[in-house]
C-alpha cells in the first residue's frame, strides 16, 4: 500500500525555524499531489500548502504565505516543508497527504494516504 512517513517536528521559539519531511516508502511521491494539513489544539484540521502533482507549481494559504515553503526531491523522494518565521498560532500537528485541500485549490489522486503527524510547538 505504501506510506508516507513524517518527521522534523519540535519545539521552536517564535520567529525560529522548522523544515518537515514527508518521505515515501514503498512508492514513489514523483507525479503524486502532498499536501500539508495541520489540527490546531481544539480546532479542525487546516489544509495548509500543497505541491501539484502535475508540474509542482504550489499553494499556500494566506497565514502562511511568504512563510513557508513546500519542495519536492525526487532523488530522496521525499516532499519538505520549510517553515521560517514561526508563530505561536502555528502551532499544530502536521501532516502530510497524498492530496491537496488548500484555499479553493483541490486535487486528488487515485488514492488516499496520510503521514502519521509530527507535532509542532511554537513557544517562547
Known amino acids: 500500500q505504501g506510506q508516507l512517513v513524517e518527521s522534523g517536528g519540535g519545539l521552536v521559539q517564535p520567529g525560529g525555524s522548522l523544515r518537515l519531511s514527508c518521505a515515501g516508502a514503498?512508492?514513489?511521491?514523483?507525479?503524486?499531489?502532498i499536501g500539508w494539513f495541520r489540527q490546531a489544539p481544539g480546532k479542525g484540521r487546516e489544509g495548509v500548502t500543497c505541491i501539484s502533482a502535475s508540474d509542482s507549481s504550489t499553494h499556500y494559504v494566506d497565514s502562511v504565505k511568504g512563510r513557508f515553503a513546500v519542495s519536492r526531491d525526487s532523488v530522496k523522494n521525499t516532499v519538505y516543508l520549510e517553515m521560517n518565521s514561526l508563530k505561536p498560532e502555528d502551532t499544530a500537528v502536521y501532516y502530510c497527504?497524498?492530496?491537496?485541500?488548500?484555499?479553493?485549490?483541490?486535487?486528488?489522486?487515485?488514492?488516499?494516504?496520510w503521514g502519521q503527524g509530527t507535532l509542532v510547538t511554537v513557544s517562547s
Open positions: 514503498g512508492f514513489t511521491l514523483d507525479y503524486v499531489a
Open positions: 497527504a497524498t492530496h491537496c485541500a488548500v484555499n479553493d485549490y483541490y486535487e486528488y489522486g487515485r488514492f488516499d494516504l
